[in-house]
């Protein structure tokens, strides 16, 4: 089930398209919790899933997994992606390891 998404824009060549975020309801798994998330890159969709020990922390690994995979696509190297304004980050944490990468807003601790 979707319980949060982010639209954000992939601009390239002169035109603006959506990219598309997805977050999906953490679901018991055997022992522990899986939260499936999605990206609809330019070159297709990716799923993928974070495990935790309980929903929290498997929707907070999804979170920082898909923070991950938005800083360290070719579409962030080429300056390709955005939400709201070009280079303001977008709004997704990382690990403590990660946050070297954070560009714009994204760079503000709380």
Known sequence: MLIAKRLLTYRANGSDKPLEVRIMAPELDG?????????????GTVTLAASGVDSVQALE???????????????HRLGQI?????????????????????????????
Request: hydrophobic share 40%; proline share 9%; glycine share 8%.
């Open 31 to 43: 022992n522990a919790f899986s939260c499936r998330f999605e990206i609809d890159w330019p070159d």
């Open 61 to 75: 690994l999804a979170l920082h997994m898909t923070g991950i995979r938005l800083y360290t696509s070719s579409y």
């Open 82 to 110: 955005f939400f709201e304004t070009p280079g303001a980050g977008y709004g997704f944490p990382v690990p403590p390891n990660a946050r070297e990468m954070l560009i714009g807003e994204d760079k503000i601790q709380f």
